[in-house]
Nanobody
């Protein structure tokens, strides 16, 4: 099972980015999927998660700004990030659980003017 995250880049404060994470297996086979992030010198933290039945959960710092979703036809997990702030700067990781835990390779998001 592979998770391939992409879509990172540099954006100005207030801007938007969309991070897709493609899976090599049927996305509905995951009991849960999530996005985590890790900023320099900080621990990895949960950004957003989606359970197999579609229940979603967000970290307090991104509620109302980020949206996690699944495209079942494309076997892709996505994170839509709006109203980005400098403190959102981090490496973002795609995560999936189906028996074992799988991680994508990480994609850098930088929010800077």
């Amino acid at each position: 099972v592979q998770l391939q995250a992409s879509g990172g880049g540099t954006v100005q404060p207030g801007g938007s980015l969309r991070l897709p994470c493609a899976t090599t297996r049927n996305i509905l086979g995951f009991t849960a999927m999530a996005w985590y992030r890790q900023a320099p010198g900080k621990e990895r933290e949960l950004v957003a998660s989606i359970a197999g039945k579609g229940y979603v959960n967000y970290g307090d710092s991104v509620k109302g700004r980020f949206t996690i979703s699944r495209d079942i036809a494309k076997n892709t997990l996505s994170l839509q990030m709006n109203s980005l702030k400098p403190e959102d700067t981090a490496v973002y990781y795609c995560h999936g659980k189906r028996g074992y835990v799988y991680w994508g390779q990480g994609t850098q998001v930088t929010v800077s003017s």
